[in-house]
């Protein structure tokens, strides 16, 4: 294990100029006749983005961007761990752990990064600060691969070290969306001494697939059944990336078209854009994304935590999560838990539905977003400078609900 160490984002000109020739050099498949979006990236739309990023995309502007926050980088347990630790501006910050899913990365926490750390700057009150840590999670951007398939449970482990060991945090909150949200349960339950809180956009996927033993009420029947039919029509991805990761990984390692089809597609079905992504992100903002996971050839092992999933579930299944949570859904996020669902596996304390977003929150509708981090935290901050069980005992009994959800 090694401390932390400052660390600078620099894509090699060689690796830019290769990706140029591969996009000028793309063998377009036939479009198949069905209308636009129906069966997947549509064809058309793909193109005028393909020659963007191949004669006016300049990833040099994006990375003077990226590297405005503070990196660094860490071993811990033989991986290299990539993460931005951003210092609260504020009286007493709070450490609070961002994590993301997939398939954005570190930078779906960019537009928010600056909110939390410094609301002082951004009209809000510096008491609100946070100190900010985002990791690139294992396989994902400038972060290592791991040596073998790690799930959300090896994940949780790992960020665990770093904000305790490496980074001296005795307390600290989490926030997650998508695998995060997993990675971020696993904490609550293998972790919690250390946990003021976490904050979701979502009950992790993986109990979708595991239905309680007991009496469900109608919107949580509802709940399961609307996974399902998710699954049905749009869950093919994640069994292709459970099941088969290699062979897909050939395919879009090796094409970066292919690579911004695999996942333009899921920013526009999973983000309330109501069919036009550009209303969402720009096109700067998507191939972003996608020229990071190009560059860092990291597509292939982002899919290993869907791999270790299907190997095992994560533990947990029918206990409670015994750590002050809340859940911000978005109404254009993949499926939503009801109230009820959601506290079978949290201690639930705020449950907000929004009015707008999906999936992508951070990314979507950061002030919505961190207004409710904000107002979730207020009344939990003493528990990260005081004695842990009794200032979450006392904090907890009087923790707030949102105002449209009491």
């Known amino acids: 294990m090694t401390s932390p160490v400052p660390y600078r984002i620099r894509v090699p000109t060689s690796t ?12 377009w498949p036939q479009p198949l006749p ?22 006016i995309f300049d990833w040099a502007t994006q990375e003077e961007s990226i590297n405005r926050f503070q990196h660094f980088r860490a071993e811990i347990d033989g991986l290299g761990l990539h993460f ?15 994590l993301h899913g997939w398939p954005d990365s570190f930078l779906r926490m960019a537009k928010i990064i600056p909110l939390l ?32 398939p790690m799930d959300a449970t090896a994940i949780a482990d790992l960020l665990a070290t770093l904000m305790g060991r490496e980074l001296g945090y005795r307390h600290y909150a989490v926030h997650g969306g998508d695998l995060g949200s997993s990675v ?23 109990h ?33 990336q459970s099941t088969r990761p290699q062979t897909l990984a050939y395919a879009l390692n ?72 809340a859940l911000a859904l978005f109404p254009r996020d993949l499926v939503n838990a009801p109230r ?22 951070a990314l979507e509708q950061p002030d919505l977003l961190v207004e409710d981090i904000r107002e979730f935290f207020r009344p939990l901050r003493a528990a990260a400078h005081t004695s842990w069980p009794q200032a979450i005992a006392a904090l907890t009994r009087g923790a707030r609900r949102s105002p449209n959800n009491p």
């Open 84 to 98: 931005i630790h951003e210092r609260g501006l504020g009286p007493e910050p709070l450490p609070l752990l961002l």
């Open 16 to 27: 830019l100029r290769d990706l140029r020739t591969r996009l000028a050099t793309t063998r």
């Open 254 to 325: 090796d094409s970066p078209v292919g690579l911004a089809a695999w996942i333009c597609e899921k920013f526009r079905a999973w983000s309330d854009c109501d069919g036009d992504i550009e209303r969402c992100y720009t096109k700067d903002e998507l191939l972003t994304h996608v020229t990071l996971y190009w560059v860092t050839q990291s597509i292939g092992s982002s899919f290993l935590p869907y791999y270790a999933a299907m190997q095992q579930a994560p533990a947990g299944n029918g206990t409670r999560a015994e750590v002050p949570a």
């Open 340 to 361: 009820e669902y959601a506290e079978r596996v949290f201690d639930l304390q705020r449950y907000t539905v929004m009015p707008r977003g999906g999936h992508f929150a």
């Open 117 to 148: 750390s410094d609301p002082a700057a951004h009209g809000g009150d510096p008491a609100d600060a946070f100190d900010v840590v985002v990791p690139s999670l294992p396989g994902f951007g400038f972060s290592d691969a791991p040596r073998t």
């Open 184 to 206: 971020a349960e696993m904490l609550a339950r293998r972790h919690a001494k250390a946990l003021v809180g976490v904050h979701l956009t979502e009950v992790p996927y993986w």
């Open 208 to 240: 979708l697939l595991q239905r309680p033993a007991d009496t469900l009420s109608p919107a949580e029947r509802e709940y399961l059944a609307a996974g399902q039919r998710w699954q049905m029509r749009e869950g093919a991805y994640a069994l292709l």
């Open 34 to 55: 069905v209308p636009a979006w129906q069966a997947g990236t549509d064809a058309a739309w793909l193109q005028h983005l393909v020659d963007y990023w191949r004669d």
